[in-house]
């Protein structure tokens, strides 16, 4: 409830759902308080807009402290009421507790004068006053139990990340995930996510005694905050109140760790299995420059866990290195693709096939404009520092780097949207860094609205000389308004016709929806990032700026085929999710991979050679061995001349054209089998990161070969390594062999 819809206390309506009546209570006493605090100043506290405006009177002094302190009774009484009444007449008909309905801490924290409320929002860590001691066990906190949720026929409120109401009863056990049978689910991560039991942790006596959900323990500390504003706290109750402060960020501190229960989501995508020439000779994909998955990887193993199979995508994990692969000399042909053909580390019996591209990397002169809109997700669950503060620093960096002609706006979503600032140009750096520094966190997660207003606002400031793109930064999923994955994709699909594209920064761990930030991505024609710390944050918005936000090619396709006469037998490891039919690669209207100023992009194939068919399937009965087409058999080629592996495809189509273009070469068969440590250490180092991943992925193709064998790899590779991601990289495979799953 806002200002607009209530212009006083006596109009405060009550809703049939008693989840959303308590709610609905507490809002109005929150913002009677609060108004009330501000008209006293004769301003609004934070970004509070006072229920009425304040009118000048000739009001005497000693009648002012009265009515400010009416108001705070009133409004505590309201929250009693709202709380403690229905909680009584409940406990007189059963038992067994109900999590209260979700309340909106976080925007109380925002409009709470104190200025340990406006540093950090209740639960975060770092909070002033967190240091102060923990509650006497004898004076522990009393919280009645909850109503149960209303009835099957009442239709819940809309889903929003705090404020909806309980979809599940709560056991004495371990709280279960909500039953997915389409009914209101709590959304979001650690701030928000449904009341979770952290019976055994430590920290949590208090959680652990009264079987406490963390709404539960929000609504005690809205309480005793209200309390407190009426009248001086005693020793003890501010104590207290701190106390339930320490339990929240015990139990948020539960929540983000990978072990707890998670609810991030990915693309499923089996491994590709080995193929067989004779009846399927063509290979096509898609190329794929996107680094989230290495990012994600990393946080798991930070944590002392092997990530979910299904995160791990190991052509990003390849791609997020740097490669000093040969250079394209033109704007004009902005690929120059170089092949390797080398024995496989873990097979002897097997071949590698690695394909690296080098895009052309933009002169300063040469890049064009930056029409940004920066779309951020300021939801209660952006609170904790490895989210919204996170965000706001990188977004700062990547100001700075930005040239002064190039523009930005910014657009906030939670449980509504606004437009923060109108497309500024970065000349005017102070501005842009004072909206980006003022964003605070609370709310539902209105994220189709959000994309609704960045791209109007995109639309709206369209530059046809700039790069005009939305930039998406959020930890989750949209629990507002429209989240089906493909209706989604297809508004994106439109939106990218105008020639605006969109790029994807995810946050946060819990409630990570990875799968549907990576469909926007691939169809807004940009890339997909995970940002865990700081520095990942300077890697994508500073170091690979140019990457990220320029593209020098569109819509980028491979396709390979392979030689019978050579090749029995044929893997590609990776790019599960980005595959194509045979007849897309030469659609046109196809959409598939950009590349964007200076990226690499590696693919790698296993071939087996010819004859080898045999110790992967049996033959067949009935049918007759296939000949060659095109390429005599190897016993009839002549001495010396150079042998065809396979062929190789590649289609772009430059920034602003419609019409592809092709690059194509013929993959030789080598004259020596080259051993890997002959080949480059750019080569030995990509193929490093990719049987870790196989490893990661639980891959059947690489035998005996294990983590111990990637280190050694993976040091003798690590070149120059200016940033150390490649030593760092060696530690991640170290974390890998005493991690668990």
Not at 202 to 225: H, K, M, N
Not at 321 to 333: H, I, L, N, V
Not at 366 to 381: H, M, Q, T
């Amino acid at each position: 409830m806002t200002d607009r819809d209530l212009s006083s206390l006596k109009d405060l309506p009550v809703p049939a759902p008693r989840a959303e009546a308590r709610k609905t209570a507490l809002d109005a006493a929150t913002q009677a308080f609060v108004g009330s605090t501000a008209g006293d100043a004769g301003e609004p506290q934070g970004n509070v807009v006072p229920l009425r405006p304040i009118r000048a009177t000739n009001e005497p002094e000693g009648r002012r402290p009265m009515r400010i302190r009416s108001a705070f009774a009133i409004a505590a009484s309201l929250a009693g009421l709202a709380i403690a009444v229905p909680a009584a007449l409940h406990v007189l008909g059963q038992a067994r507790m109900q999590p209260l309905s979700g309340i909106d801490t976080d925007r109380i924290a925002e409009q709470r004068p104190l200025a340990a409320a406006r540093s950090a929002p209740i639960g975060q860590p770092g909070v002033p006053g967190l240091a102060l001691p923990a509650p006497s066990p004898a004076a522990p906190v009393a919280i009645a139990a909850a109503p149960a949720a209303p009835p099957a026929a009442v239709r819940p409120a809309p889903t929003v990340r705090q404020g909806g109401p309980a979809t599940a009863a709560v056991e004495s056990g371990p709280r279960k995930r909500p039953a997915e049978d389409g009914r209101a689910a709590l959304g979001g991560s650690s701030l928000n996510e449904k009341s979770k039991q952290v019976a055994g942790a430590p920290g949590t006596a208090l959680a652990e005694r009264d079987r406490l959900s963390r709404t539960e323990l929000e609504a005690a500390l809205v309480g005793a905050t209200v309390s407190a504003r009426v009248r001086p706290a005693s020793a003890d109750e501010a104590a207290r109140r701190v106390g339930i402060q320490k339990e929240i960020v015990a139990l948020d501190a539960q929540v983000r760790r990978p072990d707890a229960e998670s609810r991030d989501r990915f693309a499923s995508a089996e491994p590709y299995p080995f193929r067989m020439v004779a009846q399927e000779p063509v290979s096509t994909f898609s190329v794929d420059v996107d680094t989230a998955s290495y990012s994600l990887v990393r946080r798991w193993l930070n944590a002392g866990r092997l990530p979910p199979r299904e995160a791990v995508r190991v052509e990003e994990m390849i791609n997020y290195f740097g490669y000093d692969y040969a250079r394209p000399e033109s704007a004009g042909a902005p690929f120059r693709p170089a092949i390797t053909v080398l024995a496989t580390p873990w097979n002897a019996e097997s071949r590698l096939v690695h394909i690296a591209l080098k895009g052309y990397e933009l002169r300063a002169a040469e890049r064009p404009r930056a029409n940004l809109v920066l779309l951020i997700d300021v939801s209660g669950s952006m609170g904790p520092q490895d989210r919204l503060p996170l965000l706001k620093r990188a977004f700062a960096m990547l100001v700075n780097e930005l040239k002064p002609d190039d523009t930005v706006a910014i657009v906030s979503y939670a449980s509504d949207t606004a437009t923060r600032l109108a497309s500024t140009r970065v000349a005017e750096k102070s501005r842009i860094l004072d909206e980006i520094d003022a964003l605070q966190a609370g709310g539902g997660t209105y994220g189709e609205g959000g994309l609704q207003r960045a791209y109007a606002l995109a639309e709206a400031g369209f530059d046809k000389a700039a790069v005009n793109r939305v930039i998406l930064a959020t930890d989750g999923d949209f629990n507002i308004g429209i989240s089906d994955r493909a209706e989604l994709q297809r508004y994106i699909e439109g939106k990218r016709r105008t020639g605006i594209y969109l790029s994807v920064l995810g946050v946060g761990m819990g409630n990570h929806n990875d799968r549907l930030m990576q469909a926007l991505a691939q169809n807004g024609n940009g890339v997909a990032a995970y940002i865990d710390t700081l520095n990942e944050a300077r890697k994508v918005l500073v170091e690979e700026a140019s990457q990220s936000l320029f593209p020098i090619a569109k819509d980028v396709k491979i396709q390979i085929e392979f030689n019978p006469a050579e090749v029995s037998a044929y893997r590609l490891i990776g790019y599960e999710t980005r595959a194509l039919r045979r007849e897309d690669f030469n659609d046109d209207k196809v959409d598939a991979g950009d590349v964007g100023s200076g990226h690499a992009v590696t693919a790698i194939y296993e071939v087996m050679p010819r004859g080898a068919e045999a110790k992967l399937v049996d033959g067949l009965r009935y049918q007759p061995v296939a000949k060659p087409a095109l390429v005599e058999p190897a016993a009839k080629v002549a001495p010396g001349a150079e042998r065809e592996l396979a062929f190789l495809e590649l289609r772009y189509k430059l920034p602003g054209e419609d019409a592809s273009r092709l690059v194509s070469l013929p993959v030789t068969v080598p004259r020596a089998n080259t051993a890997v440590q002959e080949a480059p250490a750019d080569v030995r180092f990509s193929i490093a990161v990719a049987a870790f991943g196989q490893l990661l992925k639980g891959s059947p193709h690489l035998g005996t070969y294990a983590f111990d064998d990637v280190i050694a790899l993976a040091n003798g590779a690590k070149g120059e390594d200016a940033f150390g991601l490649r030593a760092e990289f060696v530690n991640l495979v170290r974390m890998a062999k005493s991690a668990r799953r």
